[in-house]
């Protein structure tokens, strides 16, 4: 089994920044992607950025690239989500989600096997 827990989550104006970060324990991390999703109100839960625990690759969404970074820490076991320029429509709950593969990254929540529960956003206008 693997903990997923987020946290830096709040209330933002557009424009400003906000980190999430996402502890995990329980497992070895090696051969792992891990995920952040988000979902908004009245809407599906959509794939947001990934990363591979082991050699650093990372993959975005285009609705947040450029303006999202996704990075690791092997010795906290921690993954962090950086949002800069923040738009009211990136407002919903963000989710940490771990999926075991070796090669390539999977951006549909589906593959994933572990999640947290989740931390709100909100950016407003």
């Known amino acids: 089994q693997m903990q997923l827990v987020e946290s830096g989550g709040g209330l933002v104006q557009a424009g400003g920044s906000l980190t999430l970060s996402c502890a995990a324990s329980?497992?070895?991390?090696?051969?792992?992607?891990m995920g952040w999703f988000r979902q908004a109100p009245g809407k599906e839960r959509e794939f947001v950025a990934a990363?591979?625990?082991?050699?650093?690759?990372?993959y975005y969404a285009n609705s947040v690239k450029g303006r999202f970074t996704i990075s690791g820490n092997n010795a906290k076991n921690t993954v962090y989500l950086q949002m800069n320029s923040l738009k009211p429509e990136d407002t919903g709950v963000y989710y940490c989600?771990?999926?075991?593969?070796?090669?390539?990254?999977?951006?549909?929540?589906?593959?994933?096997?572990?999640w947290g529960q989740g931390t709100q956003v909100t950016v407003s206008s």
């Open positions: 990363i591979k625990w082991s050699g650093g690759s990372t």
């Open positions: 989600a771990a999926e075991r593969r070796i090669y390539g990254i999977s951006v549909s929540e589906d593959k994933y096997d572990y």
């Open positions: 329980g497992r070895t991390f090696s051969n792992y992607v």
